[in-house]
């Protein structure tokens, strides 16, 4: 079992969208990037929905891409025990401080989860905010390789709801 600890939020005071993963996997985590497995199609899909030619391939250039367009990323889950990279293979989850981070990040609206378990954790720890008409909220099929089902186009079909 590995303790995971999760990164600091992209975020500044122009977004509008928050997206929230679940933990970075093993690969993101020793890289110390978001979504550093190269059979992600987090990055892909994101230079596709904001009709990039192509998509960075720098990892301050896909971050500059997302803020550029008023999007934030982060992890619903701060640190966890967790062997391998699977979602279903957390324990012990601690999760984040959104209470305090939607205070200080006023203009964002929508938050916007990659995968089950993103949302999940996310619940578990924030029905007061869910409650909340001012946030508008998708649970979105998850860009890993582990979800193998949805091919890009399906996924583009899916996530283009958020910018709706």
Not at 35 to 59: I, V
Not at 81 to 107: H, V
Not at 141 to 152: D, E, I, V
């Amino acid at each position: 079992m590995l303790e995971c600890v999760g990164f600091k939020p992209c975020v500044n005071k122009n977004s509008r969208i928050l997206i929230l993963g679940s933990m970075p996997s093993i690969k993101s985590l020793k890289e110390q990037q978001y979504y550093a497995h190269p059979q992600n199609r987090f990055w892909k899909l994101m230079a596709k929905l904001l009709n990039y030619r192509k998509t960075p391939e720098d990892y301050h250039d896909k971050i500059k891409m997302l803020l550029d367009n008023n999007i934030a990323l982060w992890d619903a889950i701060a640190s966890c025990d967790r062997k391998g990279s699977l979602d279903t293979a957390i324990q012990n989850e601690i999760p984040n401080d959104f209470t305090a981070f939607l205070d200080k990040y006023k203009s964002i609206r929508t938050i916007c989860f990659n995968g089950g378990k993103s949302y999940q954790s996310f619940k578990k720890y924030n029905e007061e905010l869910l409650k909340k008409v001012k946030y508008t909220y998708f649970a979105m099929p998850s860009t890993s390789p582990a979800n193998a089902r949805f091919r890009l186009d399906m996924l583009y079909e899916k996530w283009a709801k958020m910018f709706g």
